[in-house]
Nanobody
Framework: QVQLVESGGGLVQPGGSLRLSCQAS????????VGWFRQAPGKQREFVAS???????DYTDSVKGRFTISRDNAKNAVYLQMNSLKPEDTAVYYC????????????WGQGTQVTVSS
């Protein structure tokens, strides 16, 4: 059974940066598009960014120019560099293999909390 472990979240002031990491228990990332998602309190989980096998990236409009997704297939890891953070970025962040922006391939992990507040 594939396990996904997210880490790197925390409390940061507006304008600050964080780097999230996602580690998979198997070599699933080398053969799949991998995405980051987030869920804010009282809201549905939403797509944030994805990166395909060949490196093609996709971002939701609200994070373009601020977030960067990257991957290291050898380490079965995916990263999300988040700069210029805003209070509206506050959410629990999750990773998963994905088809398109919505079809998730594995069970969700625990996620990592990101809180942007002064």
């Amino acid at each position: 059974q594939v396990q996904l472990v997210e880490s790197g979240g925390g409390l940061v002031q507006p304008g600050g940066s964080l780097r999230l990491s996602c580690q998979a228990s198997g070599s699933i990332f080398s053969i799949n598009t991998v995405g980051w998602f987030r869920q804010a309190p009282g809201k549905q989980r939403e797509f944030v960014a994805s990166i395909a096998q060949g490196g093609t990236t996709d971002y939701t409009d609200s994070v373009k120019g601020r977030f960067t997704i990257s991957r290291d297939n050898a380490k079965n890891a995916v990263y999300l560099q988040m700069n210029s953070l805003k209070p509206e970025d506050t959410a629990v962040y999750y990773c998963n293999a994905v088809l398109g922006r919505t079809l998730i391939l594995y069970d969700w992990g625990q996620g990592t909390q990101v809180t942007v507040s002064s």
